[in-house]
């Protein structure tokens, strides 16, 4: 026999067992519902959908569609207003559909954006770039007295010093922007386009700051030394990044300046003025985030789009990372240059903004700074570890940047006093001494 027909049966035989019982409506409504799978889908249970039921029920999806999209819209309106992108909020809000522009959410999300949009002030002061190396882990591991033990005790910082660095440069009110917020373009009378200094617009009492997270490549030597040895994309596509502890075990997290970054952001959203994050830079002879060219072309790809998704920008810091200006002739300048769009823009997209490597800044009469205006390089950036400086011109801008390390941090903490205590910042107890 059919299974309809043993399904037909059954109901047949429950509702005259309901009938000599003496059931009422809505109860024998609700076993026969429950029996056959509906329970709960239709108006007062019934056992199949009237057309007044149906019209119903679209009446009611309608109108929740209508809802999740006006609450949609307005929470990720309130997303971008708590990073002070009213513009973008306000873009948001226009999404709604028309027939529910009026509703009491989207009018008021869109009268008190504009008011606070309003109250944006244009800042007219120095902006600061802080500029890090990947991060340690595991001092123990990082700090010990192998070949590699003094070096990083230089030239890098904890997790933990970096998580004190951001609380502080957080309770000082400095806000990081968009590099591209150091400029404006201005249309010149034939046509071209020049290069001007902005005035960004901040909330009041907000300071920028620029950041930059630089050769996050992974070398081999930071391998079972404490640090994390590549980024990867977790469940959600979001960048972390993986380590290995010095039992085997390799975890999955918030264990490089990115990921921590991000984290940091995702609880304070007013840190980051418009979604910016910062700067990664990458050499290129020893393969980008952790990867190999060859062997991880696909991977690089995917985390550079997701770093840009982010709000975070990637520059070039020159393929081997050998100095423009005191190791590297003209020509061997032009093929390191040309090497790493090859092998490493060609993989995470093509960039306007050049590292020097080692911060050795090439000065404007330079033939090799030509050249690298002729490839499309706008955005310039030196070290300076003790104060900041900028140049605008209508063809490139150059910045310096502040290195932060432990040797700076030891050596030049008074000149660090606007952004933090580098006393409160040093986890002395787990470095070694400073010679």
């Given at each position: 026999m059919k299974k309809a027909h043993i399904l037909t049966l059954g109901l047949l035989g429950l509702l005259l067992v309901l009938a000599v019982t003496g059931c009422s409506r809505a109860e024998m409504n609700a076993q026969i519902a429950e029996?056959?799978?509906t329970l709960g889908m239709y108006e007062n249970n019934e056992p199949v959908e009237t057309p007044k039921m149906k019209a119903q029920r679209e009446m009611q999806e309608a109108q929740q569609a209508a809802e999740d999209n006006v609450s949609e819209h307005v929470n990720k309106a309130a997303r971008l207003a708590a990073s002070y992108d009213y513009s973008g909020a306000l873009d948001e809000l226009a999404l709604v559909n028309e027939e529910y522009q009026d509703d009491e959410r989207v009018i008021s999300a869109k009268i008190e954006y504009q008011r606070l949009q309003g109250l944006l002030v244009n800042y007219r002061g120095s902006i600061p770039?802080?500029?890090?190396?990947?991060?340690?882990?595991?001092?123990e591991l990082?700090?010990?007295?192998?070949?590699?033990?003094?070096?990083f005790n230089y030239w890098n910082l904890t997790t933990t010093e970096f998580e004190r660095i951001l609380e502080s440069l957080y309770e000082k009110n400095y806000i990081l922007i968009d590099v591209n917020e150091i400029t404006v373009e201005v249309q010149n009378e034939d046509g071209t386009t020049s290069f001007a200094l902005n005035k960004p617009t901040?909330?009041?009492?907000?300071?920028p700051l620029i950041l930059s997270f630089v050769e996050a490549n992974y070398y081999s030597y930071y391998d079972n030394n404490g640090f994390s040895t590549k980024m990867v994309l977790d469940e959600n596509g979001k960048v972390k990044n993986e380590y290995t502890d010095e039992n085997g075990t390799t975890q999955?997290?918030?264990?490089?300046?990115?990921?921590i970054l991000d984290s940091f952001i995702e609880k304070h959203p007013d840190f980051s003025l418009r979604g910016a994050k910062g700067i990664?830079?990458?050499t290129g002879y020893a393969g980008a985030f952790g990867y190999g060219v060859e062997t991880g072309a696909g991977t690089i790809k995917s985390i550079a789009e997701a770093l840009k998704a982010d709000g975070w920008l990637i520059a070039c810091q020159g393929y081997n990372n050998s100095s423009f200006a005191s190791e590297l002739d003209y020509d061997q300048m032009v093929e390191d240059v040309e090497t790493w769009e090859n092998k490493i823009g060609s993989l995470v997209g093509s960039t306007n903004l050049m590292f020097y490597p080692y911060g050795e800044d090439l000065t404007p009469e330079y033939p090799k700074h030509s050249w690298l205006l002729e490839k499309g390089y706008q955005y310039f950036f030196s070290i300076w570890s003790t104060a900041e400086w900028i140049e605008v011109t209508p063809n490139y801008v150059r910045q310096s940047r502040r290195a932060i390390d432990g040797y700076d941090l030891?050596?030049?903490k008074e000149d660090m006093e606007d952004f933090f205590d580098a006393d409160k910042i040093l986890e002395k107890s787990v470095r070694l001494p400073f010679e």
């Open positions: 029996s056959i799978g770039h802080l500029s890090f190396k990947s991060l340690v882990v595991d001092p990082a700090y010990d007295n192998d070949d590699y033990g003094y070096y901040l909330p009041e009492g907000k300071k999955v997290g918030d264990y490089d300046l990115v990921p990664v830079t990458l030891y050596l030049y």
